[in-house]
């Protein structure tokens, strides 16, 4: 009878255990977050000589922490568990425009990851137009390289930088930027 409690009390016991080694393996797998932010980059560009003649710009310096993505923070309890961060689109808006309706813009989304930069091409784009249509445009490109430095770094610096024919001109261009973050949970700190 001795025997028969010991192996009762025995297979509860094994199943735990067992158990435990298979719910370690499933939280130590990487998953999957996607998350979007959006930021506001001005410029204001001042008359010229000629009221055609392009005007050059730099946008203020948009930043994003990815460690700080709320997001992402909910889920982290570490930011080394973040393994990877692959951005999967750009978008951009250009809203408030004020000034020559006949301004035209083109220029660099430029992304500045650690000491690298990368620069993306923008179409060139009537302002007033694409303000009144709220148009959205799409970054297009290879982010390998600026992925491959976010899976180190984890922030991003951005800014836009160009020229406008047709000034003064000011506006705001909003940039929203979808990743994904994958995420690889320590057990250790649970």
Known sequence: ??????ILISIPMLFL????????????????IQTTFITELEINVPNA????????????????????????????SDPDEITKIEIKSVRYFYKDVVGNENANVVGDMVFV????EERYGTVQTNLKNADFNNTAYTLNGNFGPVNQALTQ?????????GSVSDNPVRFITDVSITVTVT???????F
């Open 49 to 76: 000589s000629s009221p055609d003649e392009a005007v050059d710009f730099t946008s203020n310096f948009g930043f994003w922490d990815f460690r700080n993505d709320p997001n992402v923070k909910e889920v982290i």
């Open 153 to 161: 770094f984890k922030t991003i610096g951005f800014t836009y930088q």
């Open 17 to 32: 255990v067992s158990g435990c080694d298979e719910l370690e393996e499933l939280i130590e797998e990487e998953f999957d």
């Open 1 to 6: 009878m001795k025997h028969l409690k010991y």
């Open 113 to 116: 990851v650690g000491q690298g």
């Open 183 to 189: 995420i690889k949970p320590d057990i250790d700190n």
